[in-house]
């Protein structure tokens, strides 16, 4: 059974084009994935737990939509996997990375475990992921929340 994915992608240290290129190069090259649209890369302020960080390197952002036949626990482990080969370490929550990938949504399905939440919790929070996920799919929502064009709103 083939599921629709989004995936929030993000990096402030090294190449960040290069980085977020070769993810999402890595994702489609999965066989049990296949990336059906990506964003305009988008360059953002690094955010902290308490807030802006203007004077942190900034951060690229995107989100891709995927279709998949893993499961949401799957899928996120390969997102886990491809942080890895960039050198992704769990050390510092809201820290400086090469790479994030967050599975923000799964099929619309409100999932959580000891390993995963989805939607992401904060998806709604952050302008770096509404405003691209709505670049590619104007039509979005967010389980529990509603329509991503009315979350960006209240934002803004």
Not at 15 to 41: P, Q
Not at 46 to 62: E, I, K
């Amino acid at each position: 059974m083939s599921a629709r994915a989004v995936v929030a992608l993000g990096g402030n240290v090294g190449d960040r084009v290069a980085t977020l290129d070769d993810a999402v190069r890595r994702l489609g090259a999965h066989d049990a994935i296949s990336v059906v649209a990506v964003s305009t890369y988008v360059d953002t302020v690094a955010v902290r737990v308490d807030g802006p960080d203007t004077n942190a390197p900034r951060y690229l952002n995107a989100v891709a939509i995927v279709q998949t036949e893993l499961n949401a626990e799957a899928l996120h482990e390969v997102l886990q996997e491809i942080e890895s080969v960039w050198g992704r370490e769990r050390r510092e929550r809201w820290g400086d990375r090469t790479l994030d990938l967050d599975l923000i949504d799964f099929d619309g399905q409100q999932i959580s475990t000891e390993a995963l939440t989805v939607p992401h919790p904060r998806a709604h929070e952050r302008l770096f992921v509404l405003d691209p996920w709505l670049e590619i799919d104007p039509q979005a929502s967010i389980p529990g929340i509603g329509s991503v064009a009315l979350a960006r709103k209240v934002l803004t």
